[in-house]
């Protein structure tokens, strides 16, 4: 059973909207701030950070409202909720037309930052049919010998699923 660890007035809020959203039955266990509005110390032992949203499902902890929404509409979404790829492939083609990188010439910390929903969208949006100047960037990111070094120490990851 999904459970969401829901700190009062905080971004998990936007975790049990979703989850409503989708129509996916869950668990709250419920913390509430201190004084100072901080979250209570019991958090950490959810997960190493102390802090909401965080949520645990199949043996699975996931912390950040971004990387939950991923994960929820990944696994429950059934293609719900998604917002329509095309435009935002097209306009990432476009931009891969002037130039190798998103920021100019060189490679920067934007490319890290575009690596994910681009990784996503070829595992799931059709990015392979008809964005090539897309499929090219991120070849060149996945030869990049830090980003190798990365997924060594880090594990391998599959986005979209």
């Given at each position: 059973?999904?459970?969401?660890?829901?700190?009062?007035?905080?971004?998990?809020?936007?975790?049990?909207?979703?989850?409503?959203?989708?129509?996916?039955?869950?668990?709250?266990?419920?913390?509430?701030?201190?004084?100072?509005?901080?979250?209570?110390?019991?958090?950490?032992?959810?997960?190493?950070?102390?802090?909401?949203?965080?949520?645990?499902?199949?043996?699975?902890?996931?912390?950040?409202?971004?990387?939950?929404?991923?994960?929820?509409?990944?696994?429950?979404?059934?293609?719900?909720?998604?917002?329509?790829?095309?435009?935002?492939?097209?306009?990432?083609?476009?931009?891969?037309?002037?130039?190798?990188?998103?920021?100019?010439?060189?490679?920067?910390?934007?490319?890290?930052?575009?690596?994910?929903?681009?990784?996503?969208?070829?595992?799931?949006?059709?990015?392979?049919?008809?964005y090539p100047?897309t499929m090219?960037?991120?070849?060149?990111?996945?030869?990049?010998?830090?980003?190798?070094?990365?997924?060594?120490?880090?594990?391998?990851?599959q986005v979209?699923?």
């Amino acid at each position: 059973m999904l459970t969401v660890h829901h700190l009062n007035n905080s971004r998990s809020q936007r975790v049990l909207w979703l989850l409503e959203e989708l129509g996916v039955a869950y668990d709250i266990v419920r913390y509430q701030r201190q004084a100072d509005m901080r979250a209570p110390p019991e958090l950490r032992a959810i997960h190493p950070l102390g802090k909401s949203p965080v949520i645990t499902d199949d043996g699975k902890t996931i912390a950040e409202s971004g990387a939950i929404a991923e994960y929820l509409i990944g696994t429950y979404g059934n293609g719900r909720l998604i917002p329509p790829l095309k435009l935002h492939m097209a306009f990432w083609e476009s931009e891969l037309s002037k130039g190798e990188w998103f920021a100019g010439e060189a490679f920067t910390a934007v490319d890290i930052q575009m690596s994910f929903p681009l990784e996503a969208a070829a595992a799931r949006g059709g990015l392979q049919r008809g964005y090539p100047k897309t499929m090219a960037f991120l070849e060149r990111i996945h030869a990049r010998p830090a980003y190798q070094h990365a997924l060594e120490k880090g594990g391998p990851y599959q986005v979209g699923r």
